[in-house]
């Protein structure tokens, strides 16, 4: 898979996750990938949301490595 092929996938992921995160007043952002690692940034609402770790990993992280499976991790940039 080339880098944008990569990017485009991620991009798709957060395009599912969005209207989710949207309804409770938050946004996400990608920042980069670099080495197999996504970096984002979580907007809004999301910021000070005491389950945004909890979201990041189980919603966020996993929705990506489904369109983008060589992801190894996925960081909140705040």
């Known amino acids: 898979m080339t880098a944008q092929e990569t990017v485009d996938n991620v991009e798709k992921a957060l395009e599912e996750i969005r ?22 940034q979580l907007e809004g609402a999301c910021i000070g949301c005491s389950v945004n770790q909890m ?19 996925v960081i909140n940039v705040a």
């Open 19 to 40: 209207p989710f995160l949207m309804s409770d007043g938050g946004n996400i952002k990608l920042l980069s990938i670099e080495n197999e690692i996504v970096k984002i």
């Open 55 to 73: 979201t990041l990993k189980n919603g966020v992280e996993a929705t990506i490595k489904k369109y983008a499976p060589q992801i190894v991790e």
